[in-house]
């Protein structure tokens, strides 16, 4: 079997079953839907299932006959230009996926690094966290569509123009088959690299402003700790026997509980940053 459709064909699966599983666990919770985050990740989700299937399909939706002398693709053809220009729109909005692995980031940053409550965030939020990754995905997706743009390639049908020598079937003439215009492809290309560095730009200021948010809350923590080893003259021991043998004050306890509380954010955050990172490598 060709490795160059057979690797596809076997990630496009795994990564299609595995936001499958996502939407599982998604409706099998007790919020379903009803969180910020499951919504952005039920649509992350839904957009890589698709995508991750036509990927899947490789070569079997491209036109098993061609104008062209000799097909431009390798492996098995079962369809036309109409599955074909289906397979390749469906890959190319697929860069919804990348975006809305930024919107999760967006989210991230507005929670941890700003401190907003979840009703503001879906307020004044949420609503670009949705309209952003779908706006730039459909505006580089549906053109090509009018413009023949979606063409066979290597390994699937994507965005790319095609001019080969072709045969007339009546009188056996030869003549130039032109398909699509290389321009056009070069002016969406560009299209797709500026939602690639809206995606980049997204995603490194959201994990700075979070890793930002984390080192000054570790920083609080060090500083708090500090305080109270020097309170009981930074002797381990003494701090103990303080607090077996005399009971804390008001003062004291509210310091503990404050202490306690930012170690939580400071685990917290550490482990979102690790999600959201392992989001971004996985996508990647």
């Not at 066979?152 to 003439?173: H, N, Q, V």
């Not at 030869?174 to 995603?203: A, C, E, H, P, T």
Request: proline fraction near 5%.
């Amino acid at each position: 079997m060709d490795p160059i459709n057979f690797i596809p064909r076997v990630t496009g699966s795994i990564s299609a079953t595995a936001s499958s599983l996502i939407i599982y666990l998604i409706f099998r919770s007790e919020t379903k839907l009803s969180s910020i985050y499951h919504r952005i990740m039920f649509s992350m989700s839904c957009a890589d299932i698709l995508s991750s299937a036509a990927i899947a399909l490789t070569t079997l939706p491209m036109p098993s006959e061609f104008p062209c002398e000799g097909n431009p693709w390798e492996g098995r053809a079962k369809g036309n230009i109409q599955t074909c220009e289906a397979q390749g729109f469906i890959i190319v909005a697929g860069g919804i996926t990348g975006l809305y692995n930024a919107a999760l980031c967006v989210y991230y940053a507005c929670a941890i690094a700003f401190q907003m409550r979840e009703e503001n965030i879906h307020k004044r939020v949420e609503p670009f966290l949705h309209s952003i990754p779908m706006f730039f995905g459909l505006v580089v997706a549906i053109p090509p569509l009018f413009l023949d743009l979606y063409n066979p390639g290597p390994g699937w049908c994507t965005l790319r123009s095609i001019e080969c020598t072709a045969k007339d079937d009546f009188d056996g003439d030869q003549y130039q088959y032109i398909r699509g215009s290389n321009v056009m492809v070069k002016v969406f290309d560009v299209l797709r690299f500026i939602s690639l560095g809206v995606w980049l730009i997204l995603i490194v200021g959201s994990f700075s402003l979070i890793i930002r948010r984390s080192w000054r809350i570790d920083q609080e923590l060090l500083s708090r700790n500090q305080e109270v080893t020097n309170r009981n003259g930074g002797n381990r021991q003494t701090m103990v026997q303080n607090i077996t043998d005399e009971e804390p004050t008001r003062q004291e306890e509210n310091a503990t509980s404050r202490l306690i509380l930012d170690l939580q954010k400071s685990q917290t955050t550490k482990l979102i940053v690790k999600q959201a990172l392992a989001y971004t490598v996985v996508l990647v």
